[in-house]
């Protein structure tokens, strides 16, 4: 079956590096993503990844594959108070067909 | 480029009413799916429409439908509200399916309260 698991909470300074992980169950999945929703608004689309890529780098975020475990992380470099907000993993797969497995997301709170 | 279009932001219904719900996905978008985000259950699936067709379906009651029109706009309705329908529900689209890789693209979401 299908299920995708985060840590629920992640507190950071300004200016440091936050890690977001998350691990999922479906070995057919295809795509990863990682969203984000800031209070009030829907997700927000941040970078997403192909099964069959290790790493993927795009300006601050960084998102690690690791496929064998069925682990995905994303990292922010740089930090901002502007980054606070629920960061989402979701998976596509074989399985799943069209639809996005999410995982229950992360809140991370970034202080000044 | 206008991103995807979710009407109306707000909603407040009684029980037992039914609602409709409407998404506009980006230009050139075929493919529209539906989800529910509550703070018990997170964010699922409810179905996926593309060419006018239902594609794919979540595990919902049949109180929950959908269509596609011509133009690729969707819209859903939910018959005889019940309190825990109480959700945002949100809208993505993409060009052909998050199952060809393509990202989803989320709206901002209808909130619907159920009194």
């Known amino acids: 079956g299908e299920d995708v698991e985060q840590s629920l909470f992640l507190s950071v300074r300004e200016g440091d590096s936050s890690v977001i992980n998350c691990t999922y169950t479906d070995s057919s999945s295809t795509y990863l993503y990682w969203y984000k929703q800031e209070p009030g608004a829907g997700l927000q689309l941040l970078t997403y990844i192909f099964s069959n890529m290790d790493m993927k780098q795009d300006q601050r975020l960084t998102v690690l594959l690791n496929k064998k475990d069925k682990h995905l992380s994303l990292r922010i470099a740089d930090t901002q108070t502007g980054d606070s907000a629920i960061y989402f993993c979701?998976?596509?797969?074989?399985?799943?067909?069209?639809?996005?497995?999410f995982g229950k997301g992360t809140t991370l709170s970034v202080s000044s | 480029k206008a991103g995807v279009t979710q009407t109306p932001r707000y909603l407040i219904k009684t029980r037992g009413q039914q609602v409709t719900l409407s998404c506009s996905p980006i230009?050139?978008?075929?493919?529209v799916s539906w989800y529910q985000q509550t703070p018990g259950q997170g964010l699922q699936f409810l179905f996926e429409?593309?060419?006018?067709?239902?594609?794919n379906k979540g595990n919902f009651p049949g109180r929950f439908s959908g269509r596609q029109f011509s133009n690729s706009r969707s819209e859903m309705n939910v018959s005889t509200l019940e309190l825990g329908d109480s959700a945002l529900y949100l809208c993505a689209s993409s060009l052909e399916g998050s199952a060809r890789g393509q990202p989803q693209h989320f709206g901002d979401g209808t909130r619907l309260s159920i009194l």
């Open positions: 230009s050139g978008h075929r493919s």
């Open positions: 979701a998976e596509s797969s074989d399985q799943a067909g069209t639809a996005l497995i």
């Open positions: 429409y593309f060419s006018e067709t239902q594609r």
